[in-house]
């Protein structure tokens, strides 16, 4: 058990991986169809309850409004939501807390705006404590939450069958398992489809460095989630045409010594490498291909590792990683100023949080409450599931307010714009890829559609919803 609750912990930062980003806009009557890449701007301030290029997030109750109780979870004053998070694991006290903080931040900034349309929003945050998300959900469903909002966990695939049972609806901040990203009733501000990928980083790679595509290595934790991950990056590698010299699964909680894996890709020849698992992990990686005198050509990673934490344990080390984006960069404070989304997160996360977590998941989280709260304040007075579902189904380009590039909520589908972060001198440096969007680089050859079977989602179990899709059709009959 304990060796599985070690596994668990690091599977949600390699989770992170799977991630994109997501974004759009909207008005006070309808949800946000349209929205572009964020850029910087010298606009004035938002007015309570705007966010970015969001107008109308959250506010009061439309002029001549009757507030009645509409639906499971919503009265005439309040919408009682959850999110879900893991900082009560034993093993690693306050994981993904950010997914907590940025659930704080945005309902207390959304509640002094006037709320959802006048009612405010009653937050429960369910700790799933890593192994125990199915007696979370449960609980979601016995007290009557509204949906779920904004929140993940690394076994969420333990309770979408509770969770599909009872109607309960998700604009999940990430999802981990093949069986909740591709769930009945879920929607990602940031999609995670287990048969597409985003390859814009590839490309990059491909056209830079063409030589080293003929030596590629391939390292990823030993857990089933990194595992899906790694076999999904080599069908791609496959169709690239490059070629695999070295391909192995490391312990997801560490090894002893990583000397004998750098050994291994020194004697492999590997000039490449594609990584799958953790920031902190990969610098150990790279400290132990410094210490035999071996330089890599580039190191390919995915968003997760956009954390300082590459930086303060790698050093000179992780100088050539590569790290895939769709995030404007927040880690900076300068930089996060010259974007407008970017500046207002990380203020409403200081003003309502002080001491929260400024983190990928958190902003991909609160792009999730953003993209939540604009489709139920789009239904007005009259807020029910199958309202605010219907005004997600619309939503084809969503970029959080200008916080990511855009994403195609409503088609489960990643967006084809990324950005390009490499870590040069010491610090995360974006990557001149000709961007034709802001900072990101907009193009449909970097999404690419995945042939292998990498995992089903939970299905509703009534049979209505095969035919109607709507919240009111899903649970049991």
């Not at 089903?456 to 899903?474: F, I, L, V």
Request: aromatic share 8%.
């Amino acid at each position: 058990m304990r060796n599985r609750r070690s596994q668990a912990m690091f599977v949600v930062t390699v989770v992170v991986v799977m991630l994109a980003a997501a974004c759009g806009r909207s008005s006070s009557n309808t949800a946000a169809t349209t929205g572009g890449a964020p850029s910087p701007s010298t606009a004035a301030p938002a007015s309570p309850g705007s966010f970015g290029d969001l107008k109308g997030v959250c506010g009061p109750a439309p002029s001549g409004a009757k507030l009645a109780a509409s639906d499971t979870g919503v009265t005439a004053t309040s919408i009682q939501v959850s999110a879900f998070s893991d900082p009560g694991y034993s093993g690693r006290p306050g994981l993904d807390q950010e997914l907590f903080d940025s659930a704080d931040a945005f309902t207390k900034w959304c509640n002094n705006a006037g709320g959802i349309s006048g009612r405010k929003i009653i937050l429960k945050k369910r700790d799933a404590k890593v192994l125990e998300f199915q007696q979370r959900v449960i609980e979601a469903c016995d007290q009557h939450d509204f949906m779920m909002v904004g929140g993940g966990a690394v076994f969420d695939n333990t309770g979408q069958t509770n969770r599909l049972a009872c109607g309960l609806p998700t604009v999940a901040g990430f999802t981990v398992n093949a069986s909740a990203s591709a769930a009945d009733l879920t929607y990602e501000a940031v999609p995670n489809p287990t048969n597409k990928l985003s390859i814009g980083q590839l490309r990059y790679l491909n056209d830079h460095f063409p030589a080293a595509t003929k030596k590629i290595g391939v390292l990823a934790g030993s857990v089933p989630v990194t595992i899906s991950v790694a076999n999904r990056d080599k069908e791609a590698l496959k169709d690239l045409g490059w070629k695999v010299v070295y391909n192995a699964q490391y312990n997801s909680v560490g090894e002893p010594t990583w000397r004998p894996y750098a050994e291994a890709i020194k004697n492999a020849g590997v000039k490449g490498l594609i990584w799958v698992g953790d920031p902190g992990i990969l610098a150990s990686v790279m400290k132990a291909l410094s210490d035999i005198g071996y330089k890599l050509d580039f190191v390919s990673a995915d968003p997760n590792h956009y954390d300082s934490l590459l930086l303060t344990n790698g050093g000179s080390s992780v100088d050539g990683t590569y790290i895939r984006g769709v995030f404007y960069p927040f880690l900076d404070e300068a930089e996060a100023k010259k974007n407008p989304a970017t500046e207002q997160y990380r203020a409403i996360v200081k003003q309502y949080v002080p001491k929260g977590k400024i983190a990928y998941l958190g902003v991909q989280g609160f792009s999730a409450w953003l993209l939540w709260a604009q489709a139920a304040t789009a239904c007005g007075a009259d807020v029910t599931r199958d309202c605010v579902w219907q005004q997600l189904s619309h939503v084809t380009t969503w970029t959080g307010g200008g916080l990511h590039a855009p994403q195609n909520v409503a088609a489960h589908a990643p967006g084809d714009c990324y950005s390009l972060e490499q870590v040069r001198n010491g610090k995360f440096v974006l990557t001149d890829i000709n961007a034709n969007q802001g900072i990101y680089r907009c193009d449909p050859s970097s999404v690419v559609s995945l042939k292998g079977n990498y995992g089903q989602g939970e299905k509703c179990p009534n049979p209505k919803y095969a035919t109607d899709p709507k919240p009111s059709n899903c649970a049991k009959p």
